[in-house]
């Protein structure tokens, strides 16, 4: 298993557009988590999922945004109507939960451009 | 709500230097966790050392410790003997708990650069 992986490393795309991007966590891995991280800032929470369920939608995740885990497998994150606000990188990570707390293994993330 | 302060946005040392990186965190909670994660410059997040806040004793991985301050929630990462793979930003995060659901607040980070 090589870790957490994400596509496309790196987006350009002009204000107006929708950008999907797509995280393969490490396998049998149960929870997957959505970060944003702006230039010189810590990551920001977004969304959680385990297996399938969306369990938490940060109050950053507006309409626009919407995520998705449909077999509890790989996650996509869709942005609609990109704004130049939405330009960061967008970290994926992926945990085994055991019913306890849980470390969170991260990928390189997608890096946004909004023009 | 949960905040995370990291005071110190640039350090630098020379190799082989001790360094203290500071942290500071506000909770009502009793029962957390703190986590210092490394991100080297243009690759992905990794954890560096992780404290459990019901054990007083202080976590240490090989040249990486903590010193756990709960009562003053303080949380600062000491790196002993840095080497250049050092460089890179570091990130404290607290983890907490609501329900059955866990998310990480993090602080902005501190870029850390190792001097040969």
């Known amino acids: 298993d090589t870790g957490v992986s994400q596509d496309p490393r790196h987006k350009i795309t002009k204000r107006g557009q929708n950008v999907t991007f797509r995280c393969d966590p490490i396998?049998?891995?149960?929870?997957l988590y959505w970060y944003r991280q702006t230039l010189g800032q810590g990551p920001e929470f977004l969304t959680y999922?385990?297996?399938?369920?969306?369990?938490?939608k940060s109050r950053l995740l507006s309409d626009r945004f919407s995520a998705e885990r449909p077999k509890g497998s790989f996650s996509t994150l869709e942005i609609q109507r990109t704004e130049q606000g939405d330009s960061a990188m967008y970290l994926c990570?992926?945990?085994?939960?055991?019913?306890?707390?849980?470390?969170?293994?991260f990928g390189p993330g997608t890096r946004l451009t909004v023009l | 709500a949960q905040t995370v302060t990291q005071s110190q946005p640039e350090m630098s040392v020379q190799e082989a230097e001790t360094v203290t990186l500071s942290c500071t965190y506000d909770?009502?909670?009793?029962?957390?966790?703190l986590f210092w994660y490394k991100q080297p410059p243009s690759r992905q997040m990794i954890l560096v050392i992780r404290?459990?806040?019901?054990k007083q004793q202080n976590a240490t991985e090989n040249r990486f410790s903590v010193n756990f301050q709960k009562a003053a929630k303080s949380f600062s990462l000491k790196i002993s003997d840095s080497q250049l793979g050092d460089t890179a930003m570091y990130f404290c995060?607290?983890?907490?708990?609501?329900?059955?659901?866990?998310?990480?607040?993090w602080g902005a980070g501190t870029k850390l650069i190792i001097k040969p």
């Open positions: 999922f385990q297996n399938e369920a969306q369990l938490e």
């Open positions: 404290q459990e806040a019901y």
């Open positions: 909770t009502s909670e009793n029962n957390y966790y």
């Open positions: 995060a607290f983890e907490r708990a609501r329900d059955s659901n866990y998310q990480l607040i």
């Open positions: 990570a992926s945990s085994l939960a055991t019913g306890g707390r849980d470390e969170q293994f």
């Open positions: 396998s049998e891995h149960n929870r």
